[in-house]
T-cell receptor, first 112, second 117 residues
Framework: LAKTTQPISMDSYEGQEVNITCSHN???????ITWYQQFPSQGPRFIIQ???TKVTNEVASLFIPADRKSSTLSLPRVSLSDTAVYYC?????????????FGKGTRLSVIA | NAGVTQTPKFRVLKTGQSMTLLCAQD?????MYWYRQDPGMGLRLIHY???????AKGEVPDGYNVSRLKKQNFLLGLESAAPSQTSVYFC????????????????FGPGTRLTVL
């Protein structure tokens, strides 16, 4: 399984764009990149998934460079309610691999 | 749809006691998972199931057993609880990741907070 590295914590002011970068140097050809969000006392919630280039949904954007060795989750104009832990996962269960590893994630604190 | 539900929400056990955590999903998902999360840590996979009647070990399976007798239910058992098993336990489910028409999205339950004294 591809190992991921992401910052332990980040701080941001309300209204700013936040970019969280995840490094995954040994990503495999079939691997997808998935991000989850976890609020205190809740289970994680799927945010976005991508394979290459850019993916955007109503919550976030995911930027993946051509070499796919890293990815960046972009949260536009964060609010206090975006304070959470964000997990980057890399893998491909469709290939029969073992389930994805969550790791410790990035703790984002949004300040008023 | 209730999504993923977990029973109970809280439990306090004494060392050596046994208990079963129940996870139920009404989304007809093939895959189900049990995780534990300790303070300040990420989620660690205990066991998972790729379909009714099948189970497999995750990262930290020791001290736990699981059963998937019905597609909608995934049970996690602690035969002899230890203080090291004090944690928050999350259950999750997903469509079969073998079908690439679906995203590999796991739907999580609200968690069970377990304390072993």
């Amino acid at each position: 399984l591809a190992k991921t590295t992401q910052p332990i914590s980040m701080d941001s002011y309300e209204g700013q764009e936040v970019n969280i970068t995840c490094s995954h140097n040994n990503i495999a050809t079939n691997d997808y990149i998935t991000w989850y969000q976890q609020f205190p006392s809740q289970g994680p919630r799927f945010i976005i998934q991508g394979y290459k280039t850019k993916v955007t949904n109503e919550v976030a954007s995911l930027f993946i460079p051509a070499d796919r060795k890293s990815s960046t989750l972009s949260l536009p104009r964060v609010s206090l309610s975006d304070t959470a832990v964000y997990y980057c996962l890399v893998g491909d269960m469709a290939s029969g691999n073992t389930p994805l590893v969550f790791g410790k994630g990035t703790r984002l604190s949004v300040i008023a | 749809n209730a999504g993923v539900t977990q029973t109970p929400k809280f439990r306090v056990l004494k060392t050596g006691q046994s208990m079963t955590l129940l996870c139920a999903q009404d989304m007809n998902h093939e895959y189900m998972y049990w995780y534990r999360q300790d303070p300040g840590m990420g989620l660690r996979l205990i066991h998972y199931s790729v379909g009714e009647g099948t189970t497999a070990k995750g990262e930290v399976p020791d001290g736990y057993n699981v059963s998937r007798l019905k597609k909608q239910n995934f049970l996690l058992g602690l035969e002899s609880a230890a203080p090291s098993q004090t944690s928050v336990y999350f259950c999750a489910s997903s469509f079969s990741p073998r079908d690439r028409s679906y995203l590999d999205e796991q739907f999580f339950g609200p968690g069970t907070r377990l304390t072993v004294l």
